[in-house]
């Protein structure tokens, strides 16, 4: 089984950053897609960016230029690293873990609060 434990959140000022962290239980990490996911009050979850084990990514619009996701497959760990914070981006921040010809994501974490302010 695989276990997904976020760290990193907290609360910022606008503009400022946040590097969130993914370590991930496990022997299979290099394999997986891996991605980070957020859920702000009164609103449906929603994928903000991913990276496949060859290392491309996803964005949503809304986080383009200000966030970048990365992976380290030797500490099995994902990072998200949050520039130009927004309140918009207040939400609790999932990281997800896809397994290769999956459907859908098969891994979660228990999710990390970040909170901006303005």
């Known amino acids: 089984q695989v276990q997904l434990v976020e760290s990193g959140g907290g609360l910022v000022q606008a503009g400022g950053s946040l590097r969130l962290s993914c370590a991930a239980s496990?022997?299979?990490?290099?394999?997986?897609?891996m991605a980070w996911f957020r859920q702000a009050p009164g609103k449906e979850r929603e994928l903000v960016t991913s990276?496949?084990?060859?290392?491309?990514?996803y964005y949503a619009d809304s986080v383009k230029g200000r966030f970048t996701i990365s992976r380290d497959n030797a500490k099995n760990t994902a990072y998200l690293q949050m520039n130009s914070l927004k309140p918009e981006d207040t939400a609790i921040y999932y990281c997800?873990?896809?397994?290769?010809?999956?459907?859908?994501?098969?891994?979660w974490g228990q999710g990390t609060q970040v909170t901006v302010s303005s």
């Open positions: 997800a873990a896809r397994e290769p010809f999956s459907n859908g994501y098969n891994y």
């Open positions: 990276i496949n084990r060859g290392g491309s990514t």
């Open positions: 496990g022997r299979t990490f290099a394999s997986f897609l």
